[in-house]
T-cell receptor, first 114, second 111 residues
Framework: EAGVTQFPSHSVIEKGQTVTLRCDPISGHDNLYWYRRVMGKEIKFLLHFVKESKQDESGMPNNRFLAERTGGTYSTLKVQPAELEDSGVYFC????????????FGPGTRLTVL | DQQVKQNSPSLSVQEGRISILNCDYTNSMFDYFLWYKKYPAEGPTFLISISSIKDKNEDGRFTVFLNKSAKHLSLHIVPSQPGDSAVYFCAARRNDYKLSFGAGTTVTVRA
C-alpha cells in the first residue's frame, strides 16, 4: 500500500510569488491534515479535512494560505503571496476515521522563500 | 503558545545504553500522548503512545512513562541501537484529531 505522498519535495520561490503544494493521502483515508515545521521548531497543526470538508482550520496562519480538497481525495495548499516567514517544511498526514487512529505522515515539502 | 515542550534539543548515547527523552506539557486537557520518530527527508512515523489513564506503556525496547501530576512524560529506549539515531517528537492531543508537537530531540547513538 502506498504511503502519503507530497509534491514537490522542495520548492524555492521569491517573496511575493505563489506556490502550490500537493498531498496525496493513503487511499481510503477520509482524514487529511496539514502541519508545518518552521526553523527546526515544533511541528504545528494547520488544518484538518474530513473528506472534502474543512473540519478545523484554526492553525492556518492568515488568509494568504488556502487549502482545498476537491472530491475528498488529494489536497492542495496554496500560499499567495509568499512571505519570508512562510519558509519551512510542510507535512501532510492522513488517517482513517476515529480520534485515536494513527496519523501517517508524508515526507514533507521544504519551502524556501527568498 | 507552545503547549508541548522538549527542552533537550539533542542527546548523544553509546550503543547498548539507555536513551531517555523528556517532554513536558501545559494543557491539562490533553488525554493522549504519542512519540514520533523522524529520519532525514522523511515524515514523522508513529512510535508509541499512552493514554492519560495509564502511567506506563511498553513496546519492545521502547517504554513511555506518564506523570500526570507533573505534566511530564518520558521515552526510554533500551538498549539503544545505531538505527535509533533520529529526531524524536513528543505529541499530545485532547479528544480531537489535532496533534500538538514539541520541537524534537535529536538522538545520536554512538558505536
Amino acid at each position: 500500500e502506498a504511503g502519503v505522498t507530497q509534491f514537490p519535495s522542495h520548492s524555492v520561490i521569491e517573496k511575493g510569488q505563489t506556490v502550490t503544494l500537493r498531498c496525496d493521502p493513503i487511499s481510503g483515508h477520509d482524514n487529511l491534515y496539514w502541519y508545518r515545521r518552521v526553523m527546526g521548531k515544533e511541528i504545528k497543526f494547520l488544518l484538518h479535512f474530513v473528506k472534502e470538508s474543512k473540519q478545523d482550520e484554526s492553525g492556518m496562519p492568515n488568509n494568504r494560505f488556502l487549502a482545498e480538497r476537491t472530491g475528498g481525495t488529494y489536497s492542495t495548499l496554496k500560499v499567495q503571496p509568499a512571505e519570508l516567514e512562510d519558509s519551512g517544511v510542510y507535512f501532510c498526514a492522513s488517517s482513517h476515521g476515529g480520534h485515536y487512529n494513527e496519523q501517517f505522515f508524508g515526507p514533507g515539502t521544504r519551502l524556501t522563500v527568498l | 503558545d507552545q503547549q508541548v515542550k522538549q527542552n533537550s534539543p539533542s542527546l548523544s548515547v553509546q550503543e547498548g545504553r539507555i536513551s531517555i527523552l523528556n517532554c513536558d506539557y501545559t494543557n491539562s486537557m490533553f488525554d493522549y500522548f504519542l512519540w514520533y520518530k523522524k529520519y532525514p527527508a522523511e515524515g514523522p512515523t508513529f512510535l508509541i503512545s499512552i493514554s492519560s489513564i495509564k502511567d506506563k506503556n511498553e513496546d519492545g525496547r521502547f517504554t513511555v512513562f506518564l506523570n500526570k501530576s507533573a505534566k511530564h512524560l518520558s521515552l526510554h529506549i533500551v538498549p539503544s541501537q545505531p538505527g535509533d539515531s533520529a529526531v524524536y517528537f513528543c505529541a499530545a492531543r485532547r479528544n480531537d484529531y489535532k496533534l500538538s508537537f514539541g520541537a524534537g530531540t535529536t538522538v545520536t547513538v554512538r558505536a
